[in-house]
C-alpha cells in the first residue's frame, strides 16, 4: 500500500538525511519509528506527506508515486495521509465538534454526513459527552484524543503520529495509545515516530529503526533498543 525503492534525500546544504531507503507498509500494520536525534525521522514523515521533495527514487502510495504529484494534487494526498502532531494543534476558538467538523468542512462534505461521522469519531476516542467544550478545558490526554479524531475523520489510508504522547504523562499516553491501537485495528495504518521506550517496548509492533539515514532494523513483534 505504500512503497519506498530507492529513496534519497539530500538536503540543499548538503546533509544526506535519507540514503536509499527500501520499505513496504501493509494496509492496517502498526509500526513505530524511531532513532536517535537527527537519524532522518521527520525527514521520513515530510517525503510521505510531500512536505519535502526526494531526491531520488519513489514513493508509492495506494498505486501512485507521489514524488510526481503537482503541487495542486498534494491536498488530494493530505487526505489519504493524515497527521496528529505532539503539540495537538487544536483551533481554540473552536468546540472539540467544530475542531472535528471543520476538517470535513474543508473537504465539502456534506452537513448530513458532518453530522453523521462527527459525534462517530468522537464516541470512538471516548469524548462523546464533551463535544461541546473547547480545548482550553480539556487535559492533554483528551486533546491528543480530539486531533486523533479530526486526523481520521475523512478516513485516511495512513496515520501518522510524530510523538503524538510526547507532552504527556504516562497513564495519559497511554488512553492515547489506546486510542491508536483501535484505529488500526480498523484498518488504518498507524506510524508513530517516537523516543518512547516504555509504550515501543510494550505494544510489541513493527519496529524501523533508523540510523544516519539509513534503515538500521527492521522487525516484527520488536523493542525500542537505545538507551533513553
Ligand atoms: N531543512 C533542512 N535543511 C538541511 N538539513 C536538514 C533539514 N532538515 C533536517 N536536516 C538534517 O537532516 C538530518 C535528519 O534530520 P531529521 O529531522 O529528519 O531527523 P530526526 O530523526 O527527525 O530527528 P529528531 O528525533 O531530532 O526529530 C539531520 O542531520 C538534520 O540536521
Not at 461521522?117 to 471516548?126: K, T
Not at 486533546?143 to 510526547?166: C, F, H, W, Y
Request: hydrophobic letters at 40%; proline letters at 4%; aromatic letters at 6%.
Amino acid at each position: 500500500m505504500i512503497e519506498f525503492s530507492s529513496i534519497t534525500k539530500v538536503y540543499d546544504n548538503g546533509v544526506h538525511a535519507l540514503k536509499n531507503i527500501n520499505l513496504k507498509i501493509n494496509k492496517g500494520e502498526f509500526l513505530f519509528l524511531v532513532g536517535p536525534s537527527g537519524a532522518g525521522k521527520s525527514t521520513f514523515i515530510k517525503l510521505l506527506l510531500r512536505e519535502e521533495q526526494a531526491t531520488s527514487g519513489k514513493i508509492m502510495v495506494d498505486g501512485e508515486d507521489i514524488t510526481k504529484l503537482s503541487q495542486r494534487q498534494i491536498p488530494y494526498l493530505r487526505r489519504k495521509i493524515s497527521v496528529v502532531f505532539q503539540d495537538f494543534r487544536l483551533l481554540e476558538d473552536k468546540t472539540l465538534y467544530e475542531n472535528v467538523a471543520f476538517a470535513m468542512q474543508v473537504t465539502g462534505a456534506s452537513p448530513k454526513e458532518i453530522r453523521r461521522q462527527v459525534p462517530m469519531m468522537l464516541g470512538m476516542v471516548g469524548l462523546s459527552d464533551r463535544a461541546k467544550q473547547y480545548p482550553h478545558q480539556l487535559s492533554g490526554g483528551e486533546k491528543q484524543r480530539v486531533s486523533i479524531a479530526r486526523a481520521i475523520v475523512n478516513r485516511p489510508i495512513i496515520l501518522i503520529a510524530d510523538e503524538p504522547t510526547g507532552n504527556l504523562d504516562p497513564d495519559t499516553a497511554w488512553e492515547v495509545m489506546k486510542v491508536l491501537r483501535h484505529i488500526s485495528r480498523r484498518g488504518t495504518t498507524i506510524l508513530m515516530a517516537t523516543h518512547a521506550k516504555d509504550i515501543v517496548d510494550v505494544m510489541q509492533q513493527r519496529v524501523i529503526a533508523l540510523e544516519k539515514g539509513n534503515i538500521v532494523r527492521d522487525v516484527q513483534r520488536g523493542i525500542y533498543g537505545y538507551e533513553t
